[in-house]
């Protein structure tokens, strides 16, 4: 049996050991927080990223990519209104880095001095939270 063969049944042997105890957050009717479903543009972005084993470092790791993301977060600024060069973007891998950027934001709003001079020049800041935050 070759090489391919095995891995192939050994990937369908884990596949299948995995559906028996997962939940399938890929159901249609799934519903969660963070899942609904699959996405089918979503799957097939995750195919070409693995696939391609790109890593998004710098535009000469990924330029296409790097295009890519540029166009789309240009079509995105666009549709509310911000055509015309205006604005710019990143995207977020997650919830705690989007609050991370919203902070980081909102203090450069506050003090757009802070990127020349450093924040040790800025006054004391706090975050508030809430009890259940640890």
């Known amino acids: 049996m070759s090489c391919i ?3 192939i049944a050994m990937l369908t042997c884990v596949y299948v050991c995995c ?3 997962c ?3 890929g159901q249609p009717h799934f519903y969660n927080q963070l899942f609904t479903g699959i996405d089918e543009v979503g799957l097939l972005g995750q195919f ?3 696939a391609t084993n790109t890593s998004m470092y710098t535009f000469e790791m990924a330029p296409v990519f790097s295009l890519i993301e540029a166009e789309v977060l ?3 600024r666009e549709l509310i209104g911000w055509g015309g060069g205006k604005g ?4 977020s891998p997650g919830g705690s880095f989007s609050n991370i950027y919203g902070m980081l934001l909102a203090r450069y709003h506050k003090f757009p001095e802070s990127k020349s ?3 040790k ?3 004391q800041m706090a975050i508030f939270c809430s009890e259940q935050v640890k």
Request: aromatic fraction near 8%; proline fraction near 4%.
């Open 74 to 76: 240009r079509k995105m």
């Open 19 to 21: 559906t028996c105890v």
């Open 88 to 91: 710019d973007g990143i995207f």
């Open 5 to 7: 063969v095995c891995a």
């Open 121 to 123: 020049e800025l006054p």
């Open 117 to 119: 001079k450093g924040i």
């Open 48 to 50: 070409i990223t693995a």
């Open 23 to 25: 939940v399938y957050s």
